[in-house]
């Protein structure tokens, strides 16, 4: 069984026993979350697709360690003014375990 749902603004395929790394959930390590923002469901040839989610289907997950993601470099350059500006960033992310995926 798989489900495509969206968290962070951003949407995933998901399988049961699957960890994918998602935008940052302050939750704490351990705990589980369920993500009731399904947008299909499926089963091997067999699919739902929902209009914009699926009625009473749910992910439900457990919640792993925090972790950053890779640094950015930012750099902005204006010609022939001296204008230069360098940051960074790192995203932090929560890696996820799918347990279940519940579909209606």
């Not at 951003?10 to 994918?20: M, P």
């Not at 589980?32 to 929902?50: N, Q």
């Amino acid at each position: 069984m798989y489900a495509v749902i969206r968290t962070g603004g951003k949407q995933y395929t998901v399988r049961e026993g699957q960890w994918l790394d998602v935008e940052q959930l302050h939750q704490e390590p351990g705990s589980t979350v369920e993500i009731a923002e399904v947008l299909m469901v499926g089963e091997g040839s067999a699919m739902k697709v929902g209009a914009p989610y699926v009625d009473g289907a749910r992910v439900v997950c457990e919640v792993g360690d925090l972790i950053k993601g890779e640094k950015l470099i930012i750099f902005k350059y204006k010609n022939k003014t001296r204008y230069r500006r360098k940051t960074g960033h790192r995203q932090k992310y929560t890696r996820l375990t799918v347990k279940q995926i519940v579909g209606a």
